[in-house]
């Protein structure tokens, strides 16, 4: 079968990293650690798990970091090397699952968790936080966080992966594949909302508005009681997007901090040869970018005891503002599955402002995949949210 | 003999004629039959000031002479006009400091010990000390700002505050608690446009947002038909009916000056001239401006521009009584600025120049630079405007400057935000209004920094209402063209690609009339 396979490679992870920002076409030519390969297709020897034919798999910003080599090494020790990318997933399963019946369109929750490692559950298991759990390096398949980062799983980027029961997630009726394809995405977006804190009537800002911050945008919207959502936006399309999927206000990056100076009568101060800041500010603070200038703007537009939740896989920045303003710096990685996620995004992706949004859903067919990784690199600028792969077309 | 102010009628033998735009001016050729007001010539001056302050003090119009009213133990305060006034800066020494001398000789002689001098900003900046100086003079400065006796009325200090009353319409009076427990209160105008002085000094000047939002308002100032003619301004109206409910609980002592127009001194002078009078000199001082200009960076044109001072001289001065006081002192504005134009036209030019009343020292921002056309020159008539009601307004400034975020803080945000959403101010003051009022950062940087109030860029809107409702279309030439989107404008690059634009609104053979200015003239439309 049909595979793309990430390989360890360190001079193309080091040019990548070291020129891959002021020269984009090196990240999908010399630089990237990635090969289009044909591969066995996948075995099922375990109880539970099964095969699974990929309908769509999409790119996500977690990726494009790896590839980049812009990603912590701190994650090196939770993957297994080489791999299949690819943990946005709607599929169709080959074999019959437990419950599930081959022929059955699913996603999948790609946390590996205890249950799907075949070891006892832990403490975070137990209680339902599966996206906590600590047992992702061992058990019956190599060491990775998620599918789509593990050796013996496989990933989306491919036509066929191996998935276990306690990750699949049937598609419910009426859902597009596209739909479908953005329950994963969706699913992080509902724990980011949750794990916020948001109180009723709360200022909340979201810097970004990709896939991530959208979604966020929806979730906060639709599952809490916030106030105002301001939203920072680079292009004129996720302007509209982020007002479909309910912001108060979109501002641009530059204008941030002026904006929220202004809804929240704060003060502002000029530090020198610094970023200006906040004294008072938003509620509620959410990254959904992982830069180090949107993670700062967070950090620098949050009122005194405000949360800062880090949604997008956060850059080094200046946490001077986390401890002067005492702020609650929350991290969201992935859904539990204790909370429903993946329920409760089944819901929002059949949401209006997400269905017409996933009509425009850019597939390509695993061959040319230098064009998919570029059409993502510039996503926003190209007026897409979400690129996939789609291992059915030729 | 002091020419007055005439029509040129624009024939095949008138010279290109000078445009101001921001911080530089234009040679502009207009077409055939383009009307040119242009102001009277600098009349009259009084030959000796000090005499006239004196003599205007001493005898007072319906009030008595001033040391008359001076009293051992009484509470004196002096309040005079901001920098936003004359326009340019005047030429030290500046004629408020000169009369304060005056009035200050007068109190000590009668033995007053407790005088207060207030610049009366009303929500403008508070001035730098360097500015109080240059106003009252340095012997004045240095004797009363060390002490804390000159300062800027604060018009967010509730503790300095005073609320007299409401007016018979339910207005908000609420002053300067300084001034209105003063046994008498002086104030010192320099009246450069009819619309200035009357109780327009202390109802506005030394009034808070309270008091001041019952009249600037969109409401109030579409209706202010025109602001130079206080009879015809709902402004001046509530203005005056504050003014009145003031008098009855403070004795208020009115000084009213009027300055001749001769804002551009030697060698700039030919600014002020008609061009078919340019001496070999004029225009060898006009080209080698133009070429310094078109070669200077900005901020060199910017220091040039606004370092200019007006060397006015002093047409007149009179004190006593607001109300009579500011009748002779409209007269003589009159006698400065007043043109008599026949008929309305179908496309009205204006050139803003680089200086309005809040942006001295500062930057002209698009949303100044919008008032000082759309606002003051458009305004600036008696009887019925320039342009006929559907008539185009064509403007010429680059709407480049930016903002200048110490002294227009919420200018920015108005800019970004509220223009954003609509241009309309009917629809913008509603709901935005009180939000930048009270902003709590707006207030500090008004108290404490050289910002002016959060409110300010929606009164400059206001300002504009009257031309808003009454023009089809307005037009920049050489204006940045987003600049002016964002005003909900167009921008042309020529003069002929505006009246293009323009004839959809007033067809291809509009009348066109070009308001020369500055100096300021007060087109008197029949």
């Known amino acids: ?82 791999f299949v990318p690819g943990h946005e997933v709607v599929g169709e399963l080959l074999d019959d699952c437990e419950d599930l019946a081959a022929g059955t369109r699913v996603v999948v929750d790609p946390v590996l968790t205890c249950a799907a490692r075949g070891v006892e559950p832990c403490e975070a298991c137990r209680r339902g936080e599966t996206n906590r759990c600590s047992r992702i390096t061992v058990g019956d398949v190599s060491p990775g966080l998620q599918t789509g980062f593990c050796h013996d799983t496989g990933g989306g980027w491919s036509q066929q992966l191996t998935a276990h029961r306690s990750q699949l997630h049937p598609v419910p009726e009426g859902l597009s594949d596209e739909q479908a394809l953005l329950m994963e995405p969706v699913a992080c977006a509902v724990h980011t909302a949750l794990r916020a804190g948001v109180r009723d009537g709360d200022r909340v800002l979201v810097s970004g508005a990709g896939a991530v911050g959208l979604f966020a945008t929806l979730a906060l919207r639709e599952l809490t009681d916030a106030g105002e959502i301001l939203v920072v936006a680079k292009h004129g399309h996720q302007r509209e997007l982020a007002l479909e999927f309910g912001a108060t206000e979109v501002v641009a990056p530059k204008e941030t901090l002026r904006r929220v100076r202004r809804t929240t009568g704060a003060f502002q101060l000029e530090p020198v040869y610094s970023s200006p800041y906040l004294l008072g500010g938003v509620d509620v603070a959410l990254d959904a970018v992982g830069s180090k200038q949107s993670l700062e703007t967070c950090l620098h537009a949050t009122r005194a005891g405000g949360r800062v939740v880090l949604s997008g896989m956060p850059a080094a920045a200046d946490l001077s503002a986390a401890w002067f303003r005492e702020l609650d710096v929350v991290g969201t990685y992935a859904s539990a599955r204790g909370e429903d996620a993946f329920g409760k995004a089944a819901d929002l992706v059949a949401h209006d402002a997400v269905a017409r949004m996933s009509k425009t859903v850019a597939a390509y067919p695993l061959h040319r995949w230098r064009e998919a990784l570029d059409h993502a690199h510039s996503a926003g600028r190209l007026g897409t949210v979400k690129v996939a792969f789609d291992p059915r077309l030729s | ?68 009213l001076l009293f051992a133990g009484m509470k004196l305060t002096i309040a005079f006009d901001d920098l936003s006034l004359p326009l340019p800066t005047m030429k030290a020494p500046d004629i408020r ?28 900046r508070r001035m730098t000390a360097d500015e109080l100086r240059h106003v009252v003079g340095e012997r004045v400065f240095r004797s009363f700002y060390p002490q804390g006796k000159l300062y800027n009325f604060d018009a967010e200090d509730p503790a300095n505050l005073a609320h007299l009353g409401t007016t018979e319409k339910g207005e908000d009076v609420e002053i300067s608690k300084r001034a209105a427990e003063s046994d008498l209160l002086v104030y010192v105008n320099v009246n450069l446009v009819a619309m200035d002085g009357g109780h327009k000094s202390v109802g506005v000047g030394l009034a808070s947002y309270k008091s001041i939002k019952h009249h600037h308002n969109a409401k109030t100032m579409v209706h202010s038909r025109s602001f130079m003619d206080h009879k015809h301004s709902e402004m001046h109206s509530s203005a005056w009916r504050m003014g009145r409910l003031i008098g009855e609980s403070v004795k208020v002592f009115q000084i009213e000056t009027t300055l001749d127009n001769n804002v551009f001194g030697k060698p700039y002078d030919f600014l002020m001239k008609r061009e078919w009078e340019w001496s070999v000199k004029d225009q060898a ?16 044109r910017h220091k040039l521009f606004h370092d200019l001072r007006g060397a006015y001289g002093l047409t007149g001065i009179n004190a006593g009584a607001v109300e009579p006081v500011h009748e002779r002192t409209v007269r003589k504005v009159h006698e400065q600025q007043r043109v008599k134009i026949e008929g309305q036209a179908d496309v009205m030019v204006m050139g803003v120049p680089y200086l309005g009343p809040y942006n001295v020292n500062s930057t002209m921002n698009p949303i100044l630079a919008a008032c000082m056309g759309l606002g003051y020159y458009f305004n600036s008539y008696l009887g019925q405007p320039v342009v006929r009601e559907g008539g185009v ?3 010429y400034h680059p709407l480049d ?30 709901k935005f209004e009180e939000q930048f009022a009270t902003d709590p950062w707006y207030i500090h940087l008004y108290r404490t920094s050289n910002a002016y109030h959060g409110v300010h860029p929606f009164y400059m809107w206001y300002w504009i209402a009257h031309a808003l409702d009454h ?31 323009a004839s959809g609104a007033v067809g291809t053979s509009p009348s066109i009339t070009y308001l020369h200015n500055p100096p300021h003239l007060l087109a008197d439309v029949r």
Request: with cysteine; glycine share 8%.
């Open chain 1, 1 to 82: 079968m049909l595979a793309l396979e990430m390989f360890r490679s360190v001079p193309k992870t080091m040019i990548g990293k070291a020129a891959g920002g002021r020269i984009p076409m090196l990240l999908t030519g010399l630089a990237a650690p990635l090969r289009l390969v044909t591969l066995d297709t996948p075995r099922v020897e375990k109880p539970g798990w099964a095969r699974l034919k990929v309908r769509m798999s999409g790119i996500c910003g977690s990726d494009l970091g790896m590839l980049s080599g812009k990603t912590s090494l701190y994650f090196s020790a939770v993957v297994s090397l080489p």
């Open chain 2, 1 to 68: 003999m002091t020419r007055p102010g005439f029509v040129l009628e624009v024939d095949d033998r008138t010279p290109p004629l000078l445009v101001h735009e921001g911080l530089g001016f234009r040679l502009e050729e207009f077409p055939l039959g383009t009307r040119v007001i242009y102001p009277p010539e600098p009349v009259a001056t009084v030959p000796d000031v000090d005499q006239a302050i004196r003599e205007a003090l001493l005898n007072p119009v319906d009030s008595e002479p001033l040391p008359e």
């Open chain 2, 97 to 124: 400091g000169r009369i304060i001398e005056q009035v200050l000789e007068m109190a000590a002689a009668a033995g007053v010990d407790d005088v207060e001098l207030i610049a009366a900003l009303a929500l403008h």
């Open chain 2, 285 to 300: 001082a006009m080209l080698g401006m133009r070429r310094g200009l078109a070669l200077a960076p900005q901020k060199l």
């Open chain 2, 393 to 395: 307004a064509i403007l």
């Open chain 2, 401 to 430: 400057e930016g903002f200048n975020t110490l002294h227009h803080p919420s200018y920015v945000d108005f800019y970004e935000e509220v223009l954003a959403e609509s241009t309309d101010p009917h629809v913008i003051g509603p």
């Open chain 2, 471 to 501: 023009l089809g279309d307005v037009i920049w030439v050489g204006g940045d063209r987003r600049a002016a989107s964002r005003m909900g404008f167009r921008a042309a690059s020529t003069l002929q690609d505006a009246l293009e634009m």
